[in-house]
């Protein structure tokens, strides 16, 4: 086990100092299928925007596509099977939960290659890539943004289960919010379901009605955006999480409180599909290790726009000038990239 773990660190270490390689394919892909996790290409989830970066993928290299959306958990392996009996070269996998039957479609079809979204390889194979993303680096300028916008000096983060996604976006919003102001004061709470907005709210409400939390970060699917919700009606501000939530969860402006969230810790889930499908498209075989950690440096983490929130531009300007620091590899979150603990105790 320790040999293993070993093994899944040092690839990531090499991934982000740049020492990963391509090498070049056989034959390049001409069609690619989408299997969602439970939900639809048009749910605002990371299904949508997987989809997304699929198609402009399809859009720019002839490709032929198809997409399945999934009802329930146990469709998983039906679906992808689906993919594989119509012949298609490519299937982009969305979600940590379809992991284990991804792995197994990918041992059974070696010539299919399989792009797995927010899975990490527990082996390596050479027709299948999980594509991961910095959350610490997303967490940290969320939590810059909240440091730098509290009047109470008060943050706090309301997050669904403790898995290491999840953690990654906690310790890094919250060496983000230490690293604008050292003696500013943190509060967060796990909530072991991803899908309980009225506990996300409950937190949410204890943080800013009892405590004198101004600035409430949400991470962990509807939990966390329940959280958010019920503290933009509360009047304190809010932060979303993964995609911009601005346009998600507050309806592009027509939901109430939509002009209280003042930003989104980012993951480009369409810039990791599209990335890996240009690769085989243009022959390249997926990275070594079977993973793919995008990072600030190839655009894969960010923050989204204030939209309707009055935030000043000096605030989002230093923001920005982390992020810019980050991708330079400036600045540290101080969290590990793979299992999200703190580095160094």
Not at 115 to 124: L, N, T
Not at 133 to 145: I, K, S, V
Not at 229 to 248: F, P, R, S
Request: aromatic share 8%.
């Amino acid at each position: 086990m320790k040999t293993r773990l070993f093994a899944l660190l040092l690839v990531a270490a090499l991934l982000l100092t740049g020492l990963s390689t391509v090498s070049v394919a056989q034959d390049e892909i001409t069609s690619v299928c989408l299997v969602t996790d439970i939900g639809r290409v048009n749910d605002g989830t990371f299904n949508q925007f997987a989809y997304e970066g699929l198609m402009r993928a399809v859009a720019d290299f002839g490709l032929d596509s198809r997409y399945i959306e999934t009802q329930a958990q146990t469709d998983y392996e039906a679906n992808l099977q689906t993919c594989v009996d119509e012949g298609f070269d490519v299937v982009v996998v969305v979600g940590f939960l379809i992991y284990d039957a991804t792995v197994a479609a990918a041992k059974a079809n070696p010539d299919v290659y399989f792009i797995g979204i927010d899975q990490f390889p527990a082996e390596v194979l050479p027709n299948y890539v999980g594509v991961q993303y910095r959350e610490d680096q997303a967490g940290f300028l969320a939590g810059t943004m909240a440091a730098l916008m509290t009047e109470t000096g008060k943050v706090g983060g309301v997050y669904g289960m403790d898995i290491p996604p999840v953690r990654k976006f906690r310790n890094g919003f919250e060496q983000g919010a230490r690293y604008i102001n050292p003696d500013i004061e943190l509060f967060g709470v796990y909530i072991p379901d991803f899908q309980a907005p009225q506990l996300g709210a409950e937190a949410a409400d204890a943080f800013v009605s009892e405590q004198g939390v101004d600035v409430v970060f949400g991470a962990g699917g509807p939990t966390g955006s329940g959280g958010i919700v019920h503290a933009a009606e509360l009047g304190a501000w809010v932060i979303g999480v993964d995609q911009d939530e601005y346009g998600t969860t507050f309806g592009n402006g027509e939901a109430p409180g939509s002009d209280k969230i003042i930003s989104s810790a980012v993951k480009r889930v369409d810039q990791g599909v599209y990335d890996m499908i240009e690769a085989l498209a243009l022959g390249e075989s997926l990275p070594e290790g079977s993973l793919y950690l995008m990072d600030a440096s190839v655009n894969g983490v960010g923050f989204a726009p204030a939209h309707d929130a009055a935030v000043p531009e000096d605030v989002t300007a230093q923001v920005q000038a982390i992020l810019d620091g980050m991708a330079a590899g400036e600045i540290e979150t101080g969290v590990d990239p793979v299992t999200g603990d703190l580095l160094g105790g």
